[in-house]
């Protein structure tokens, strides 16, 4: 059976292995730096995002574009405001607080962070002046954690809490491509870029090899630290990739448009939502409860240890959560490479469980 | 022309990328995590190594495989001996310093560690006691930066010296394979892994689309240090790729040898080094200067300002030193993807020019 | 009037000023490296400690004692579980994290690290294997933030469970010969230096000019691991004082016990509790809430918010929180320098104010 | 025998002692923050540097001084660049890597940074661009390592070269009272505070219990970075000292002028200059060869191994270097408890040995 493991399992979409396989034939300047690929792709990303004077930049992967995008934000003694399920707190080694910087978690439990919360966390940690670490920023994702999208609302109350404290604004888009195409979404890239310091556009959980292209679009104080530093810290901290044209060459294919069609990045993206709304259908038609408030690409729900155990097995769904009452909160992810019929084949299993 | 800039400017061998293009209807764990291609791939190298019980990792890049290595061993009040041309201090923007630990380099000046200088900088740095940075390892490179192989009894005495001081002992191996294959080479895999307490297989420069094979081999304090902290460190560190069966598809590919062939990773090395010579050969005929001790894919050779400026031109060669006498070194590069043509029609302008 | 900001508003004791002071004609070796104040005094307080083969240092403040501690008890992946409340959290600037390690805080709300949180928090971080920070010690101490005083059923509660799960027991005793001389406290300095693997005894808080006695007692891989990086991390960290043995002569002078009477470290921290405690009596007789569970020489108490002004204007005492019906938890601190006569005098304004 | 180690021998000078002991009745707000010892002193070193907007702050040591003065002045990808000597490298255990900051030496042997050196380091390490630490910002000590005095065109050179490069200035003045007070010093305090981002005034060396004087006085960019920067750097950093009023009561003594006469700071250095230099005469009269340039209160001479020995036993000096020939450089340091007649029977030995 289909894996629903998580939207890393698979190589790449076959149009984005042909863009890698086309550059076998050529020559290029390492380390991104000026290759036609990577120029033309920066060149896709800003207009996407409305946003001509963006600094574009390839790297390897999401932690190193959190780790390098935050350090360059954060001076030595500050740190950023986060919801507690955080990806830099729950997924990366403390790879930020070995750069020197912290991460400061809210009591938020969905992954969304509210200026409520992160007013709470903000005022404690003023608390005692240059004795505690100083809030200097705030992140967020889109998708979070739990898959749930950001309304424009909600975004930009946390937008403007944060400008109204000085605090530069980092947007991780791991799951950018699942969010913007979900079900209800209201956000654009532009709005995203006309409002944050930096953000990245995920490709490695959308049907790349690896890569994530940062978007540095901000002209605060923050922003410019950033920019200043980008280059420098990319290589220090890992995220440099040698023959760094692969990674424009990718982006290069998902965000070039044929006339009239949508890019293949939102298609990718898109195509793994579709999957995902047909098994939340499906689940909650066969009588099982959704958790949480995914409306993108993984899907979060309800079984008993004995479903668990058998979904597990076949269909690679890893669990997140063991309940009060003993029940388990199981995740399956849809990828660029879930087919319809994949999911149907889930679905009889699991009302075969039922 | 084809351009002799770097071992990086092109994407993968056509075999590797089968073996890649090959992963997109696979569906694997991530993070390098017991998915079958890393699985075999490490069985692979472990029997290249003769080392059946080494420690196997994949990594994406080799400023990732150094820092990783090289801060898992060292402690946080220790710094690793090298020459002063090293990788880590000239090509790194300071990513050892970034984790606390530093380089600590000699004044040898041909790109080989030597146990006379080596013991130069370890009085030194014990000079004041607690007060300076305490060596903890050696870092050599097997190719050097000056494109200079290791023969077996160069590394027996610096490994010799370094075993007489307790240090650890890692050898970056991002030019492995062209070492191993250089006419008079005396080194094997086997021989480096009974050594040291650590090395990498270079994929980046051998045709691969990147990444590195860790090779922890050593059994004693620092290999054992280094064993425990590399599952953490490699994520926090930013080393760790989420389609992690990727490195391990590739590696796959280079180490698998056909019946009474050589592995895919030794041909495409030994390829870029009759490039190589066919380069030296070639350039010497024509009344040029070689220039250091390479032996291996890097050919320096000294030119005029003129020739320099029209060779760069052409042949993307990259400027090295520049001379007290005005004259150049600058290096051609070659790569699994250069012909014997393409050297020859190089060899052709450098005629013109000499 | 007498200020009640804190313990560290006035000078040296007299006694411990003696000492300072006849140092000034002598002439001893530096960086407290075999100087025969330092000398003794680690003498005295290895016996104090039942402990003969303690490695005993002297470090300039609680926060380098703190970092050189954790940090040389800590791989750079791990991090320590402490209570929310913790110093290492609230009072340092994220020192720790800056050596890129973390702490990790349980939801304890008292000061006191329970099995059972620490438990959770524990979990909670094995849960993603190497992608989340490891616990690799427990930080708690004695007295806590809120002044309470462990119990030796409550410690060995702890440290036994800290013992199950490997890893290193740390306490931070910057007011240790309060929390030993409070009433009712069951625990010993033999004790504890028979259980964690390092501590310190606070020397800034209990009437010296400054420093700290810093105990490594444990035998296993962690207090090993210490006592080798000690000597380092304390002049990599900034905590080595060149004049070292003026914190040596300060100690010597603390726990050197003429026949029959107690040290004159205990003796300091036995008036500041007894000041305390005479100060706690007149508030609840003044009919004030007192806040807490404090039996050591700090006193937390509800007053209003015009209350809470006079207060800290006339005696300087700081506040801690703001509770939910508006009423403040402010703190008063008695030392070694505080009398009988100002606790009466701040009772006197504090009847004026109820 | 007066023992000639070092110049942090001893404790402090009388007049310093007695300021500490008065603040023995006092009581004063923690952390140097607004006491009226340190407001004072913050005031007098003001006017003396004619710096009336200069940040005055005061911190435990020389170690963390410079650790927290380079890091913040530089950014996580830049280093300092400082003699080969420099106490940053030969004296502090990597104190600055461990904050990621690096160093960057030139081949200066003797103590002194030249522009034409520092030019190479500049050059060499902006050669492969965001590859390597670029360079940030210059660190000079007056008096150097050796005991050498900058001259005002010497400094002027430096600081002309290191504007022209945009680089920060930080100037360890460990041993400034010494330099300021040296035979034919053409340096002031004002021409310096005119010139670099920061400097600090030793205490430790000049006869105080501890501590430094950080001045931060230039209004460019670094000097702007480190003023935000300080406050938050000194906690984290550990060169916080609680007591921080017994800091400002003693530069409050040390730079209060008596009408009509010198402040005890210069005082001080003065006399332990004419000890020295009493000491360098009669080494010279007793057919010693002196070695280097110190003209300060270090003396460096060569001597033979049974002489070596013999004044290390008598006279506690020190050796710094094993010339070719076997000879010994030892160093004598005279402080402010050095007496004539000290210096007297140092050399009555010395002509024994001769």
């Known amino acids: 059976?289909?894996?629903?493991?998580?939207?890393?399992?698979?190589?790449?979409?076959?149009?984005?292995?042909?863009?890698?396989?086309?550059?076998?034939?050529?020559?290029?300047?390492?380390?991104?730096?000026?290759?036609?690929?990577c120029e033309h792709a920066r060149e896709l990303i800003r207009e996407a995002c409305g946003?001509?004077?963006?600094?574009?930049?390839f790297c390897i992967g999401g932690t190193s574009a959190n780790v390098i995008c935050l350090s360059g934000m954060l001076r030595d003694w500050e740190g950023a405001i986060c919801?507690?399920?955080?990806?830099?707190?729950v997924h990366e080694t403390g790879a930020l607080a070995a750069c020197g910087r912290t991460s400061l978690p809210t009591d938020d439990a969905d992954g969304f962070l509210t200026p409520e919360a992160a007013e709470r966390v903000y005022?404690?940690?003023?608390?005692?002046?240059?004795?505690?670490?100083?809030?200097?920023?705030?992140?967020?994702?889109?998708?979070t954690e739990l898959g749930g999208v950001?309304?424009?609302?909600?975004?930009?109350?946390?937008?403007?809490?944060?400008?109204?404290?000085?605090?530069?604004?980092?947007?991780?888009?791991?799951?950018?491509?699942?969010?913007?195409?979900?079900?209800g979404n209201d956000l654009t890239l532009e709005h995203i870029a006309s409002r944050v310091d930096a953000f990245y556009i995920g490709g490695t959980k959308n049907g790349m090899l690896m890569g994530e292209a940062i978007v540095i679009c901000g002209h605060g104080e923050h922003a410019q630290r950033l920019r200043e530093a980008f280059p420098y810290l990319q290589?220090?901290?890992?995220?440099?990739?040698?023959?760094?044209?692969?990674?424009?060459?990718?982006?290069?294919?998902?965000?070039?448009?044929?006339?009239?069609?949508?890019?293949?990045?939102?298609?990718?993206?898109?195509?793994?939502?579709?999957?995902?709304?047909?098994?939340?259908q499906g689940l909650v038609a066969a009588?099982?409860?959704?958790y949480g408030n995914s409306t993108s690409n993984q899907v979060f729900v309800t079984v008993s240890e004995d479903q668990e155990a058998r979904l597990a097995q076949?269909?690679?769904?890893?669990?997140?959560?063991?309940?009060?009452?003993?029940r388990r909160v199981v995740r399956f992810v849809c990828s660029w490479a879930t087919a319809a019929e994949d999911v149907d084949e889930l679905l009889g299993l699991v009302r075969e469980l039922a």
């Not at 919801?83 to 707190?89: L, V």
């Not at 005022?123 to 998708?143: C, N, S």
């Not at 309304?151 to 991780?172: P, V």
Request: hydrophobic fraction near 40%; charge should be negative.
């Open 235 to 280: 290589k220090e901290r890992g995220g440099l990739l040698a023959k760094g044209f692969l990674l424009g060459a990718q982006f290069e294919a998902a965000f070039e448009a044929a006339k009239g069609s949508e890019a293949l990045y939102w298609q990718l993206a898109r195509h793994a939502n579709e999957c995902a709304d047909r098994l939340r």
């Open 1 to 37: 059976m289909h894996l629903f493991r998580n939207d890393y399992s698979e190589g790449a979409a076959p149009q984005i292995m042909d863009a890698v396989a086309a550059c076998g034939g050529e020559q290029s300047v390492g380390y991104t730096e000026g290759d036609a690929h």
């Open 51 to 57: 946003c001509p004077d963006a600094m574009v930049e």
């Open 150 to 183: 950001w309304s424009r609302e909600r975004f930009d109350a946390i937008c403007d809490w944060a400008r109204g404290h000085d605090l530069g604004i980092f947007l991780d888009g791991a799951r950018l491509g699942s969010a913007l195409t979900a079900p």
């Open 314 to 326: 076949a269909a690679g769904c890893e669990t997140f959560y063991v309940l009060a009452d003993g």
């Open 287 to 290: 009588g099982l409860d959704l």
């Open 83 to 89: 919801t507690r399920d955080a990806h830099i707190i």
């Open 123 to 143: 005022q404690f940690q003023m608390g005692t002046g240059r004795h505690m670490t100083r809030p200097g920023a705030i992140y967020i994702t889109d998708t």
